[in-house]
């Protein structure tokens, strides 16, 4: 079983369409993330959820909306694409609802290629 | 200046040979330092984990953080065709979430 899994794998997709991305974990855990990797492999994290909770939002442009409708789920929607927006996408879960001691190993999917023509 | 800079390579070594992957960081507060590996479409899996600093083995892996240089390393003794992958540093803060990650090595062991 996909401890992490997103669909769909490949997106590609007009500028100015609005589109999601869904993201599902099976490990129980109590904070969702979602990452942004572009073409030189910088990974950066866009969102966090804790609890149906946003706890970061790392300056991602509001046409990003994280929606969360159960703990184990995050979907990642996205308005107006724009050609800057191509890249992979990746959900992560981890177990610590409040980070700090211990490992808090973050969980990764496999990610979602966005191409935006 | 990026928080985490790492070397993107790439580096291709033959197998059997000792690998070296390092980052430098800038926020002292950092105490939490995991090394990523990451195969071609997939996504990151956790490879290695260390606090503060010291060293940690975990068969052929040796992670190393030197906090007083702001340096990690993560070491791969008798590297394998298996180990070709994408290895990333990633550190955070003690309570937060947040991982910042650098930029990736792109590591090829030929066999």
């Known amino acids: 079983d996909t401890a992490v899994s997103q669909t769909p794998k490949y997106l590609v997709t007009q500028m100015g369409n609005d589109k999601s991305i869904k993201c599902e974990q099976n490990l129980g855990h109590d904070t969702m993330y979602w990452y942004k990797q572009d073409s030189k492999k910088f990974l950066k994290i866009m969102f966090s959820y804790n609890n149906k909770e946003l706890i970061i939002n790392e300056t991602v442009p509001n046409r990003f909306s994280p929606k969360s409708p159960d703990k184990a789920h995050l979907n990642l929607h996205i308005n107006s694409l724009e050609l800057g927006d191509s890249a992979v996408y990746f959900c992560?879960?981890?177990?610590?609802?409040?980070?700090?001691?211990?490992?808090?190993?973050?969980?990764f999917g496999p990610g979602t290629r966005l191409t935006v023509l | 200046q990026k928080e985490v800079e790492q070397d993107p390579g790439p580096l291709s070594v033959p197998e059997g040979a000792i690998v070296s992957l390092n980052c430098t960081y800038s926020n002292s507060a950092f105490q939490y330092f995991m090394w990523y590996r990451q195969y071609s479409r997939k996504g990151p899996e956790l490879l290695m984990y260390?606090?503060?600093?010291g060293n940690k083995e975990d068969g052929r892996f040796t992670a190393q953080v030197d906090k007083s240089s702001k340096y990690i390393s993560l070491f791969i003794r008798d590297s394998q065709p298996s180990d070709s992958a994408t290895y990333l540093c990633?550190?955070?803060?003690?309570?937060?979430?947040?991982?910042?990650f650098g930029t990736g090595t792109r590591l090829t062991v030929i066999p």
């Open positions: 990633a550190m955070k803060r003690t309570g937060a979430n947040n991982l910042f």
């Open positions: 260390t606090y503060s600093s």
């Open positions: 992560a879960s981890s177990q610590e609802r409040i980070a700090g001691g211990g490992t808090d190993t973050q969980y």
